[in-house]
């Protein structure tokens, strides 16, 4: 399984990054983890085709990683000509809030695609969906956006990824993480509580309880980004716009397994 960091930023641009997007290919399925407003342009940027994506998962319904959409649906019709099917997974209500956003940014433009099919599912707690080879698991997480926000758990061909979307700490994140090779978890925050999402003082307080070897963290806002810096776990990382990570080459060092002791 391969994952492109299609936008590692927050809402608000802080950084200069972009909104939220995971590209993850395997055996030629590719699909997206969220898609926030600058999704087709970090995939013009990082050389990838959207008639090439079978299915776009979202965690939950803020615009910074849903709006995209929009987008990408009028791209499809009008400037890629796509022809083959589309499947959109998201929580309750996605489908509804899709069509709301279309209609509030281009007037006309929620009427279902005519070349090709748009089918939407809605997430089942702790239910996997296959979806173009992937198995998505969904956890509940806490991130007040209208809808239930989940967390994910990703697998193909005996990878495991895992993302936490948008949310506070809860111990889903375990969960979804259990053992994965590669947890991208936002961290919004430096220093203590944030509602709704989760600070560095808090992440690093639960690193014991981690499983995951790798961990990217992403969605920093500005005091987080210029804190990075003085962070030093060797299981760490922190995700950049157009990084590429090989999630099965993961598995191979067991760095985490020391580092967790520490
Ligand atoms: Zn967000
Ligand atoms: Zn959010």
């Given at each position: 399984?391969?994952?492109?960091?299609?936008?590692?930023?927050?809402?608000?641009g802080a950084g200069?990054?972009?909104?939220?997007?995971?590209?993850?290919?395997?055996s030629k399925n590719q699909i997206l983890v969220d898609c926030g407003a600058t999704t087709l342009i970090a995939m013009a940027r990082s050389g990838l085709d959207p008639n090439e994506i079978s299915t776009v998962v979202v965690t939950h319904l803020h615009g910074d990683h849903f709006s995209g959409l929009v987008w990408f649906l009028l791209h499809a019709q009008h400037i890629a000509k796509?022809?083959?099917?589309?499947?959109?997974?998201?929580?309750?209500?996605?489908?509804?809030?899709?069509?709301?956003?279309?209609?509030?940014?281009?007037?006309?433009?929620s009427k279902?695609?005519?070349?090709?099919?748009?089918?939407?599912?809605?997430?089942?707690e702790a239910t996997p969906r296959v979806a173009a080879g992937f198995r998505i698991t969904p956890f509940e997480v806490r991130h007040p956006s209208g809808a239930p926000p989940y967390c994910l758990r990703i697998e193909s061909g005996g990878?495991?990824?895992?993302?936490?979307?948008?949310?506070?700490?809860?111990?889903?994140?375990?969960?979804?993480?259990?053992?994965?090779?590669?947890?991208?978890?936002?961290?919004?925050?430096?220093?203590?509580?944030?509602?709704g999402h989760i600070t560095w003082?808090?992440?690093?307080?639960?690193?014991?309880?981690?499983?995951a070897?790798?961990?990217?963290?992403?969605?920093?806002?500005?005091?987080?980004?210029d804190y990075r810096g003085d962070i030093n776990d060797p299981r760490v990382h922190f995700?950049?716009?157009?990084?590429?990570?090989?999630?099965?080459?993961?598995t191979m060092p067991l760095q985490g397994a020391a580092t967790r002791q520490g």
């Open positions: 399984m391969k994952l492109t960091v299609l936008g590692s930023g927050d809402a608000f200069g990054r972009l909104q939220t997007s995971l590209h993850l290919s395997a796509r022809t083959t099917p589309l499947t959109i997974i998201g929580p309750r209500g996605m489908q509804e809030r899709l069509a709301t956003a279309s209609e509030a940014l281009f007037p006309g433009s279902p695609p005519q070349a090709f099919a748009v089918e939407f599912f809605e997430h089942a990878s495991v990824f895992a993302f936490s979307g948008d949310t506070e700490w809860t111990d889903a994140l375990l969960q979804a993480s259990s053992d994965a090779d590669v947890f991208i978890c936002e961290c919004f925050g430096c220093e203590g509580k944030l509602p003082q808090t992440f690093s307080s639960k690193l014991a309880d981690i499983t070897r790798r961990i990217y963290l992403t969605h920093m806002g500005r005091d987080m980004l995700a950049e716009d157009g990084l590429v990570i090989d999630v099965a080459a993961a």
